[in-house]
């Protein structure tokens, strides 16, 4: 059980490229999130999914956008990549028992995106 | 909406010493309240949650919380600091919209373990 993995580790963009960011489930969620980390801000909700070829904005959606194609993949793409957009960025995702707020999310070890 | 503070971004306690890592939340309905500990360069784990069923939570690794209503707060404590427990902790509060299950992160504290 590899649980949530991120595609790629590292990148360095220069501005104005485009990417994608792949992020991969193998616990059967329906949830998944996308979310940045930023010094002194915490972690910051960009997008959400609730299943398959559903998808939502969070808190800081601006100059992203995302697709969920397949239930196990949820991918983050940037299409003309700032500066303002260096920063970690974490999957999530998250089993449904109940529908309540108690809901464990399980993170993936991170990508870390440069942008020049 | 909902929103939690951690008051103080940097922690440094010696080994054997006790943790406490302080968390207020701000909620107009009863929070559900988690922590996650952060390992450098690696994603984040729950440590525990608070689910409403028990004041007091354990979690892994010696870590505990207690949920107090009349503080608004959830601090994290631990008897007696491992070097290992050295990482970025962070509380964060839970909303269920009916569109996933959203958490609001606090700013994080940094907890640094000396010998």
């Known amino acids: 059980n590899a649980g949530v993995t991120q595609t790629p580790k590292f990148r360095v963009l220069k501005t104005g490229q485009s990417m994608t960011l792949l992020c991969a489930q193998d616990?059967?969620?329906?949830?998944m999130y996308w979310y940045r980390q930023d010094p002194g801000m915490g972690l910051r909700l960009i997008h959400y999914?609730?299943?398959?070829?559903?998808?939502a904005k969070g808190e800081v959606p601006d100059g992203y956008n995302v697709s969920r194609l397949k239930k196990q993949n949820f991918l983050l793409g940037l299409e003309s990549a700032a500066p303002s957009q260096t920063s970690v960025y974490f999957c999530a995702s998250s089993y449904i028992v109940r529908e309540t707020p108690t809901d464990t999310q399980y993170f993936g070890p991170g990508t870390r995106l440069t942008v020049l | 909406a909902q929103s939690v503070t951690q008051l103080g971004s940097h922690v440094s306690v010696s080994e054997g010493a006790l943790v406490l890592l302080r968390c207020n939340y701000s909620s107009s309905v009863p929070p559900y309240l988690f922590w996650y500990v952060q390992y450098p360069n690696q994603g984040l784990q729950l440590l525990l949650k608070y689910t409403s069923a028990a004041t007091l939570v354990k979690g892994i690794n010696g870590f505990e919380a207690e949920f107090k209503k009349s503080e608004t707060s959830f601090h994290l404590t631990k008897p007696s600091a491992h070097m290992s427990d050295a990482a970025e902790y962070f509380c964060a509060v839970s909303e269920f919209t009916g569109g996933g299950n959203k958490l609001t992160f606090g700013t994080g504290t940094q907890l640094k373990v000396e010998l």
């Open positions: 999914s609730v299943g398959e070829g559903t998808t």
């Open positions: 616990m059967n969620h329906e949830y």
